[in-house]
Each structure stands twice: as C-alpha cells, then as structure tokens.
C-alpha cells in the first residue's frame, strides 16, 4: 500500500515497525528511514540474564542427576546384598570350627564357591586385590567368616589397613545395609557391629564397642534387642559412628 508516494510494509501486529536490516534493504531510502526504524534483537545485559538462568537451571539439574543416580546405585546394592546374603546361607559350605572374622581361607572358599556357582550378583565381584573379599559398586569390601555353629557375611567400611570404598556416601551406604539386614530379620541369627577407633584408652589400647541385635532364629537367651525392632534412630546411631575415616568399621549378619 502507498501514501503519499511511500511504499509500507505490512504491519504483524497492532504497531510493528520493520528492522533496521530490512530498512537498508529498500536502497536509496535507507538513509531517509533509518533514523524511525526500530533496532532488533538483545541487549547485551538481556543475553546475560539468560546465561545466568541457563546456568542455575543446569546446577539444580546437575545435583538432581547425582541424587537420582545415588539412589539408583543404592537400590542396585540392596538387590545385590539381599540375592547375597540369600545366596550364602543356601549354599552352606563345611564349616571350619572355631573361626575368626581373620581367618582368611574360609573366606577365600566361601567366595569361590560362591563365584564358580555363579552364585554372585550383578554388582557384586570377587576383589582383584585379595581373593578372601569381595567389593560391591561402592568399592567396599564383603567378606564371610564362620564360628562352629553358624555362618556370617561382613560388609566393611574400612579395615584394619586403611581400605575403604566410597567415603562421601558413607551414611547412606550404611543405612542401605541396615535396611537389608532387617528386611532379612526372619533369617537372621544375628546383627552386630564391629568399630575401632584410631583413639587409645588409657592403658595404651585401641577403644573399641560393638552392639548385637538378635534375629528371630537366635536359639540362645539374651536380653538383646531384635533386628526387626531396629528403629530410624538406631541406625542413624550406628551409622553416624562409622562416617570417621579413621574407624574401623564392619557390619555383620550371621545365620545358623
């Protein structure tokens, strides 16, 4: 459409106006029109702000991942630690009398077994450094060991050298266990713990405690509390005790 001798560009809009760019494009007129053309696009503080909304929304969606992620691995390792644990007690090897938590060849041929039956989960796998553990998708340790009337699996946090797996979920990765070990409670002989602290006591001694909690196998009297009553406090008790890096600290499950 022309008025007075002018030719206008359709409008989109109640009051849009052509860019800058497409002024110069209409030649000779660029220069009459240029002064009432509107410039497109953004500010350089507009392109900012979207930067710093990117950003956030990609920090809130980075730390959502690594929680998601966690609780994935946690629920693989409560799968893998139950077909385990299943595992183990059905399996009953000859037991080796009067045993210890140190004795290293029960341990080596309870997890043989185990790995030549493929009786070994997804996420569990015989250790490349010392063929009496086992590690889990947090890299600690799982060992077994046996007295003369019952059988225990162990799950370390760290040993007596130093070993340890994954330090910054600690809690949450022995919480996990705790709820595996009650949710098996049926099964289960007993649960205890097994903590050293890197602290002496007066007379020179490594400190040391423990605590037991009986399944509802357990034959003999105890004024102990059952493993199936082991409350969200007690675990977090016992957890919180074991998130030092310098304690040693096991968990163990026995079965008749």
């Known amino acids: 459409m022309r008025e007075n001798g002018r030719s206008e560009r359709p409008k989109n809009g109640a009051d849009a106006q052509p860019c800058l760019s497409d002024v110069y494009k209409d030649g000779t007129r660029a220069k009459r029109r240029q002064a009432d053309a509107p410039l497109c696009g953004c500010s350089m503080v507009e392109m900012l702000g979207v930067l710093a909304i990117i950003g956030v929304l990609s920090v809130g ?80 340790f799982i060992l077994f060991f046996s007295q003369s009337s019952y059988y225990a699996i162990g799950y370390i946090f760290i040993d007596s050298s130093g070993r340890y797996g994954d330090r910054a979920n600690r809690l949450e990765i022995c919480r996990n266990n705790i709820h595996v070990f009650k949710s098996n409670s049926a099964l289960l002989r007993s649960f205890y713990t097994d903590r050293k602290f890197s602290s002496e006591d007066s007379d020179g001694t490594q400190s040391a405690t423990s605590e037991i909690f009986i399944g509802d196998t357990y034959h003999e009297k105890g004024a102990y509390k059952r493993i199936s009553d082991i409350t969200l406090n007690d675990i977090d008790n016992l957890c919180n005790q074991c998130k030092d890096n310098s304690t040693e600290c096991r968990f163990w499950a026995s079965w008749y």
């Open 61 to 140: 969606a980075m730390s959502g991942y690594s929680k998601a992620m966690l609780k994935y691995k946690l629920n693989r390792q409560a799968e893998a630690m139950t077909i385990l644990l299943n595992n183990a007690m059905q399996l009953r090897p000859p037991l080796k009398q009067n045993s210890s938590p140190n004795d290293e060849n029960y341990s080596i041929v309870y997890t043989e077994l185990l790995h030549k039956l493929n009786l070994l989960p997804d996420g569990i796998r015989l250790s490349a450094n010392n063929n009496k553990y086992m590690e889990d998708m947090f890299d600690n």
